[in-house]
């Protein structure tokens, strides 16, 4: 099992950037892709972005695509989310998971670990 830790969200202006880092613990020696995803009240938990474990294959929603960067740190365990120019309607809450393998995955259903999210508020 691994767990998952996020940090680094907060309140941002319109245009601003912020940067949110997931730390991995536990069983990180074996082989994970990670993702970002998303959930803004009262809707679904949203592809924002994924990495493979090499790092050399990133995918991103449309709506953040040019904007943010998914970078990772395997000596350090760690994912990053680089958010740039953001919009009031990035603010939502993320979320970190895991997928053991190596196959880079879209769909929510398909990651097996979570972090418990950490809050990201863009004003306008």
């Known amino acids: 099992q691994v767990q998952l830790v996020e940090s680094g969200g907060g309140l941002a202006q319109a245009g601003g950037s912020l940067r949110l880092s997931c730390a991995a613990s536990?069983?990180?020696?074996?082989?994970?892709?990670m993702g970002w995803f998303r959930q803004a009240p009262g809707k679904e938990r949203d592809f924002v972005a994924a990495i493979s474990r090499s790092g050399g294959s990133t995918y991103y929603a449309d709506s953040v695509k040019g904007r943010f960067t998914i970078s990772r740190d395997n000596a350090k365990n760690t994912v990053y989310l680089q958010m740039n120019s953001l919009k009031p309607e990035d603010t939502a809450v993320y979320y970190c998971?895991?997928?053991?393998?190596?196959?880079?995955?879209?769909?929510?259903?398909?990651?097996?670990?979570w972090g418990q999210g950490t809050q990201v508020t863009v004003s306008s």
């Open positions: 536990g069983r990180t020696d074996r082989s994970y892709t």
């Open positions: 998971a895991a997928r053991p393998g190596t196959v880079v995955a879209v769909k929510r259903a398909s990651y097996d670990y």
